[in-house]
């Protein structure tokens, strides 16, 4: 009878399962255990934001002795340093970044940037937005109805280059006459207008009276 008892209590833990237990803390990470800590079951790794599993899987399966694979460790995400910006640069300037850090960027004088002035270390290891470049000041040639230039920059019109304009006969100008090439790409102070004087009308409709008038006197000394 105890020997019939014994062979119950080894199928009945046979039939049972192996109990794995629970597997030891995963640092900067979580262990759920969906299907229990038996013979089959599996265990589900997932690390911290910011951390990525290394050193082996993100599930490890309960055997008839113990746990089939080792516990990974999560590593902190790094990113490497971007690449050189020609004609600018970035800061804080180091060897590795870590999650999150961001970094400036900033070009010299003469450029400006195209793209995002802060990029940051993202999860998969990447700064996110992608780095700007740095790229040629240019303000367009100013278009001004009713104006001749007068002296200054020709096109491309770099940063810092000055043009000088003035309103053709008959015309006032709104504005300065002179405009400076800006950082911006746009032109400082804005660009002015010329408007008709009046001048041009009022003079003709003079001179016109005045032609009448000397035809008229003609004709009667005539």
């Known amino acids: 009878m105890c020997l019939t008892a014994f062979f119950l209590l080894s199928f009945a833990a046979a039939a049972q399962g192996f109990n794995c237990g629970p597997l030891p803390e995963l640092a900067h990470g979580n262990i759920d255990y969906p299907s229990g800590t038996e013979t089959d079951a599996k265990a589900v790794l997932t690390c911290k934001t910011g951390f990525n599993l290394v050193g082996g899987r993100n599930e490890i399966m309960c055997g008839d002795q113990g746990w089939l694979d080792r516990l990974p460790v999560c590593e902190a995400v790094t ?31 003469g450029f400006t940037l195209s793209g995002h002035k802060v990029v940051t270390c993202s999860e998969q290891g990447t700064f996110s937005p992608a780095p700007p470049t740095c790229v040629l000041v240019e303000c367009e040639d100013p278009v001004i109805p009713n ?34 090439c800006e950082m911006n790409n746009r032109w400082s102070p804005e660009i002015p207008k010329c408007s008709s004087s009046g001048h041009g009308l009022v003079g003709g409709v003079v001179g016109g009276l005045v032609s009448i008038a000397v035809l008229v006197v003609q004709f009667f000394w005539m």
């Open 79 to 109: 990113c490497s340093p971007p690449a050189d910006v020609v004609n600018g640069g970035f800061s804080p300037q180091r060897e590795v970044y870590k999650f999150q850090d961001a970094v400036l960027f900033s070009c010299k004088k």
């Open 147 to 180: 104006a001749e230039f007068v002296g200054g920059s020709r096109p491309p019109h770099e940063y810092s280059a000055t043009v000088e304009y003035r309103c053709k006969a008959g015309f006032k100008m709104t504005g300065s006459s002179s405009l400076r």
